[in-house]
């Protein structure tokens, strides 16, 4: 079911109705522009500009068990956007600062899969933590084990000088 979020428009109501596309049929509708790919109860990717941007937000009211169930349906996500080609996607950001703060074993394993899609497409990939120190020391922990190219970041300004580095730019806002 889709899920209202503030500054909703028509135009992203329907993307999410029509979030069930096939890879094909989301590969069709890249056309340089900004692009809902996926979304799910607690996450959104958005293709840009040859960026994938992933964002995840807390969902304070699902327990731990319930949280690891959407994590799980996250991977297959991730496997898709990994088959993007390289043009339409050269690099992932995940934007986890308003996620959970520590992940449990059954997220953790869930995440380090998701990781590991991406990892195998040899793309670089950055992390963005909130400034909570065990949120940013698990997926330091979790990149080095799943992607060769992979950074961990607490602040933008950070994530943007290792963006400007790869002739990529973040455009503001989500």
Not at 51 to 75: C, N, P, Y
Not at 130 to 137: C, E, G, N, V, W
Request: net charge positive; with cysteine.
């Amino acid at each position: 079911m889709a899920m209202a979020m503030p500054g909703d428009t028509s135009r992203s109501a329907a993307l999410r109705r029509d979030s069930r596309l096939t890879l094909a049929g989301r590969l069709n509708n890249l056309s340089g522009s900004r692009m809902v790919f996926a979304e799910g109860a607690n996450f959104r990717f958005v293709v840009e500009g040859g960026i994938v941007k992933f964002r995840l937000w807390r969902r304070e009211d699902l327990d731990s068990a319930q949280g690891a169930k959407l994590a799980e349906e996250t991977v297959a996500e991730f496997e898709n956007v990994s088959r993007l080609p390289e043009d339409e996607a050269s690099v992932l950001i995940m934007d986890i600062r308003e996620g959970p703060i520590v992940c449990g074993p059954m997220t953790q394993v869930a995440v380090g899969r998701m990781l590991a899609a991406w990892g195998r497409t040899h793309r670089p990939l950055a992390v963005l933590c909130s400034d909570a120190p065990i949120q940013s020391l698990q997926y330091r922990r979790l990149v080095s084990q799943h992607v060769s190219r992979g950074s961990v970041f607490v602040s933008e300004v950070e994530l943007q000088a290792w963006l400007r580095k790869r002739g990529a730019m973040l455009e503001e806002g989500r």
